[in-house]
């Protein structure tokens, strides 16, 4: 248990345990950490807590390890930086098991290595009540100017997103659901809910090969029509969705069928794919989607941005109509 070797002798234990990066000058075991001078620094936060966030009988300390690092790699994509450190404050019950933390820091250091974001600092304390985790992640923003913003759509842009959608809520409602979780199609939509893959290979490429065509962007954490809205307010404008384009994977397809869920509802709704959305030029649009493309990822032309209306986001279905885009989830 965490309380046999306490606070300093675990911090010891994880930092033996975690690699490093040359972002980082000095990292865990002195005051605070020296990080290499970043001309654009970009900084996110995420918390995540026990039983609202996750579960711990559903979830690996493996899993959470890598999802706490990745929720916040997402961030740093979604505004074209990346990451040089990140930092982890964490508060756990003095009861938590040595092994489940050396198997939450391995799952977070796997995430570490394969983006390149050493954990160079961090805090260690002790909860009353439930496990609480929060990282904070610092990026070097790659695009000219500073970011990728959510204020900088236009009217005209093509909305494009990575990947396919809704999977990782379909993955959470086979569990709360109590369903069956073996066979291929389950164990990919449970592996795109607990191990999200940030999109900051893509969104490099994009930067690289087509550096001004994305006008703005943000990653779906509450999803998709409610991720939206956040862009078209600060753009002051409408995004225009058409429902049958939405990327669904064979396996959301095939569960769907199976289990009488509406696919394009939970693509809609369904919060959690870490997936980007970009507004891209119109005439840059090929060129975003074969940079994605070329990092062997989806990426799908899903709508276009509208002069502002009276919703933020307005879903085109199938048959033409026209419905109002249903806000995301909130915490309150
Ligand atoms: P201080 O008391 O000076 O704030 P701490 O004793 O809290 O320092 O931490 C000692 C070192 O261990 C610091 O470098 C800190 O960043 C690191 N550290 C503490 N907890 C964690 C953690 N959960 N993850 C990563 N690094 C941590
Ligand atoms: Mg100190």
Do not use: N
């Amino acid at each position: 248990m965490l309380s046999l070797v306490g606070e300093f002798g675990a911090i010891r234990r994880w930092a033996s345990l975690l690699s490093s990066g040359s972002g980082v000058l000095l990292g865990i075991g002195d005051d605070a950490a020296l990080l290499q001078a970043l001309s654009a620094p970009l900084v996110t936060c995420d918390a995540l807590v026990e039983d609202v966030h996750f579960k711990l009988s559903w979830t690996s300390p493996r899993d959470l390890g890598w999802k706490t690092l990745a929720v916040s790699l997402s961030d740093l994509a979604a505004m074209g930086a990346c990451p040089s450190a990140a930092f982890l404050s964490l508060a756990a019950p003095p009861s938590l098991e040595l092994g489940w933390l050396d198997a939450f820091f391995d799952g977070l250091d796997e995430c570490s290595r394969r983006f390149g974001c050493p954990l160079a600092g961090g805090d260690t304390t002790r909860s009353p009540g439930p496990l609480f985790l929060s990282l904070c992640a610092v990026g070097q923003g790659q695009v000219l100017g500073g970011a990728l913003r959510r204020d900088r759509a236009r009217v005209g842009d093509l909305l494009l997103a990575t990947g396919t959608l809704g999977d990782s809520r379909a993955g959470l409602r086979l569990l709360q659901e109590e369903r069956a979780l073996q066979g291929r199609h389950e164990s990919f939509l449970l592996e795109r809910h607990f191990r999200p893959t940030p999109r900051l290979r893509e969104i490099g490429r994009v930067l690289q090969q087509a550096p001004d065509a994305v006008t703005a962007a943000l990653d779906l954490s509450d999803g998709l029509a409610g991720d939206a809205a956040h862009i078209a307010r600060a753009s002051k404008v409408t995004l225009r969705i058409e429902q049958d384009k939405l990327p669904l994977s064979p396996a959301l397809l095939e569960i769907a069928a199976r289990l009488a869920w509406d696919a394009s509802t939970e693509a809609l709704g369904g919060g959690e794919d870490y997936e980007l959305l970009l507004c891209v030029r119109p005439e840059r649009a090929q060129e975003v989607q074969a940079a994605i493309e070329s990092c062997g990822t989806r990426a799908t032309m899903i709508g276009q941005v509208e002069p502002q209306q009276e919703a933020p986001v307005v879903v085109q279905r199938a048959d033409g109509s026209l419905v109002a885009g249903q806000g995301s989830w909130t915490h309150f």
